[in-house]
């Protein structure tokens, strides 16, 4: 059983940065495919970042060139680093950790509030 958190999330105003952590526990976290989603209101949870258990990235279109992903595996810590943000990237984001079909964990969220 894996265990994720999140931490980092806050108020930023439009054009800010802000970074999220994202700390494991209780599994290998090498072996997982880790990524970060966010939930916006009223909408569906949306995939915003992915990073194989190297370092093989992939991003929303929505967030090209102004997120990056990342991940230590040796601190058991994946982050996101977000710059250039908007009002849109307003949203609880999440970690996700999973290893093939049957191993898939999610963390509690952190909320991001870019205002305008």
């Known amino acids: 059983q894996v265990q994720l958190a999140e931490s980092g999330g806050g108020l930023v105003q439009s054009g800010g940065s802000l970074r999220l952590s994202c700390a494991a526990s209780g599994g290998i976290f090498s072996l997982y495919v880790m990524g970060w989603y966010r939930q916006a209101p009223g909408k569906q949870r949306e995939k915003v970042a992915e990073?194989?258990?190297?370092?093989?990235?992939n991003y929303a279109d929505s967030v090209k060139g102004r997120f990056t992903i990342s991940r230590d595996n040796t601190k058991n810590s994946l982050y996101l680093e977000m710059n250039s943000l908007k009002p849109e990237d307003t949203a609880v984001y999440y970690c996700?950790?999973?290893?093939?079909?049957?191993?898939?964990?999610w963390g509690q969220g952190t909320q991001v509030t870019v205002s305008s």
């Open positions: 996700r950790a999973r290893l093939g079909a049957r191993q898939d964990y």
């Open positions: 990073i194989s258990q190297g370092t093989k990235t």
